[in-house]
């Protein structure tokens, strides 16, 4: 019983170090899944996603490690309950195919992942009754394992506000070259918009292409901007077009096919996704995947 208590412990706590390990890996498309809800802002969904990994880290560490055990016990308990509830919540009122609770490498809807989190409670239960490991030097163990996490998940993989804070990269558009693109006949809608819109940059193939689409939508959708505001070069036949929309789910935006990939690489200097903010067919600022800023996309589009 006792070893079989050890195995149990080691179990449930590698779980969520793992479940945070995964989440961390694919902060991205995190991000995106609880930007969805509506709930919070951009900056503060980033934020509040490093925290919840970092606190799902530290319970599994303290569980394993038997660092103030009852309360991590309860600790761990009661985020399975919370976790579980939301759940239940998603389940009846979303169609998620992924609750992202290993992130986007191991796939579980929220009822199967309802399941996951009954067998997780089931086993603390043989776990409760456990005495604290103490140490000479466990507080100061403590406070680097909690430091090192809170470094990793908020200062090597820094929310975007804070990543173009600290990186500034070197983004640009070849003007002559998107004059050229814009007088093709197929794309003069958008070179006659007047006032102000977002002109985007897409490879159909590439991943972040794809996240930043999703990540727009997201940001046109919770601060009312007409779609009409959006355009998007896409590199590819129409058939890519067609599939890029589906995959990110935005049929209703305007986006246009582009066969020419040379002419396209050096428009945006081989850079992509590249995001323009234009004013009618003027350039005010270009931007890459993680320049992508809610705030500062509503302040441009809505301010007349």
Known sequence: MKYLKIILRILVGGTFILSAILKLLSIDQFEMYIYSFGIFNFFLTSV???????????????????????????????????FTLFLIYTAIFRNDTNCHCFGSFIE?????????NLIIIGLLFPIKKQDDFKFKWRK??????????????????????????????????????????????????IAHIQGKHILA???????????????????????????????????????????????????????????????????????????????????CKVVNFRGINEGEMVQFLKKF
């Open 48 to 82: 509040l996603s490093r925290l919840l990994i970092s606190f799902e880290f530290l319970l599994g560490v303290f569980l394993i490690a038997k660092f103030y055990y009852q309360k991590t016990w309860w600790l761990m308990m009661l985020t399975m309950v919370g």
């Open 108 to 116: 579980i809807d929220p009822v199967g992942s309802i399941f996951k």
């Open 140 to 189: 100061w163990a403590i406070g680097i394992v909690t430091g090192a996490i809170l470094v990793v998940t908020f200062i090597l993989i820094p929310p975007d506000s804070v990543y173009n804070k600290i990186y500034k990269p070197n983004n640009h558009i070849n003007q002559e070259v998107l004059k050229e693109i814009l007088q093709d006949s197929a794309k003069a809608d």
């Open 201 to 283: 940059f897409y490879v159909s193939g590439c991943k972040f292409c794809k996240m930043s689409m999703q990540k727009v939508d997201q940001i046109f959708k919770q601060n009312q901007i007409p779609i009409s505001q959006f355009n998007a070069i896409i590199l590819g036949n129409q058939n890519e077009v067609d599939t890029f929309q589906k995959a990110t789910k935005t049929l209703d935006y305007k986006m246009y096919s582009h066969a020419n990939p040379a002419q396209f690489l050096k428009a945006v200097y081989g850079t992509f996704p590249t995001i323009l903010y234009m004013e009618g067919d003027s350039v």
